[in-house]
C-alpha cells in the first residue's frame, strides 16, 4: 500500500511540474526566446562546449542570449559564463539532484527584463535524475564526451531516449581512446530514439560547432513559427 502511495505522489509531483513546464515553453514563445537544456555526466565539457557554441551563435549574429548555471554547490561554471560577457544567472540546487520548474521560474526572475532571442540551462551533472523532470526546453540535448566512453548510451538509455540531440563531445581524444565504438553508439542511440540527432564535436579543435549551431538556428525557427 506504501509503494502505491509513493508512486502516487511521484506521478502527482511530475504532473504538476509538467503542468508548468508546458506553460513556460508557451510564454517563451510568445516573447520570441528560445530555450535549450543541456545535460551531461559530470566533466562531460558542458560548459567548454557551450562557450564555443555561443561564439559561433555570435559571429552568426545571434547576441541576446542568457545562460541559468545549474550546480549542487559552487558558482565555478556561472563565473566562467559571465567572463565570456554573457548573462549568467546562478542556480544551487543545495544537493538536489535535478532541475525542475520552480528553480527554473525563480532564476528566469532576473531576466524577465530582457529581450532574449536564445535560454540556456546548463543542467546538473547527473546521468539518472534530469531525465524525469521537463525543464520547460523547447530543445534538450544530451552530451557525451570520448574520455567517458561509448557505452554511456546503453547504460543509460532514459537520457538519451527524450533528447533531440546527442552530441559527443571532446572528439580530439579519439586517437587516444582506440575502445571508443562510434558505430555501436550511433547504433543503440537510433534504438532508443529513432529522431535522435548526432553531432561529433570538439570545442578545442572547432570540429562540429558550426553544423551544430546551424542546426540549434533551424531548431529555434521550428519552435518559435
Not at 8 to 34: C, H, M, P, W, Y
Not at 160 to 167: G, K, M, R, V
Not at 203 to 215: F, K, N
Request: charge should be negative; include cysteine; proline fraction near 4%.
Amino acid at each position: 500500500m506504501e509503494e502505491k502511495r509513493i508512486i502516487q505522489v511521484k506521478r502527482d509531483i511530475l504532473s504538476a511540474n509538467d503542468s508548468k513546464a508546458d506553460a513556460f515553453r508557451r510564454s517563451l514563445r510568445e516573447r520570441g526566446t528560445f530555450f535549450m537544456d543541456i545535460m551531461a555526466s559530470p566533466g562531460a565539457g558542458k560548459t567548454t562546449l557551450l562557450l564555443a557554441l555561443i561564439r559561433q551563435l555570435r559571429a552568426l549574429g545571434q547576441s541576446d542570449l542568457a545562460v541559468i548555471e545549474a550546480d549542487l554547490e559552487s558558482d565555478v561554471d556561472a563565473l566562467k559564463i559571465k567572463e565570456a560577457d554573457v548573462t549568467s544567472i546562478e542556480l544551487n540546487t543545495r544537493g538536489v539532484c535535478h532541475v525542475e520548474m520552480g528553480m527554473v521560474e525563480a532564476a528566469f526572475e532576473p531576466l524577465e527584463s530582457m529581450n532574449l532571442d536564445w535560454l540556456f540551462l546548463e543542467n546538473i551533472g547527473n546521468l539518472a535524475c534530469p531525465a524525469e523532470f521537463d525543464t520547460g526546453a523547447h530543445c534538450r540535448v544530451m552530451l557525451l564526451s570520448v574520455p567517458e566512453g561509448y557505452d554511456k548510451v546503453y547504460k543509460y538509455p532514459p537520457m538519451f531516449s527524450l533528447a533531440d540531440a546527442l552530441i559527443v563531445t571532446k572528439s580530439d581524444y579519439l586517437p587516444l581512446n582506440p575502445d571508443f565504438k562510434m558505430d555501436a553508439l550511433r547504433e543503440q542511440a537510433a534504438v532508443l530514439n529513432p529522431d535522435i540527432n548526432i553531432f561529433v564535436t570538439s570545442a578545442r579543435t572547432g570540429e562540429g560547432i558550426e553544423d551544430l549551431a546551424q542546426w540549434l538556428m533551424a531548431k529555434r525557427f521550428e519552435a518559435l513559427s
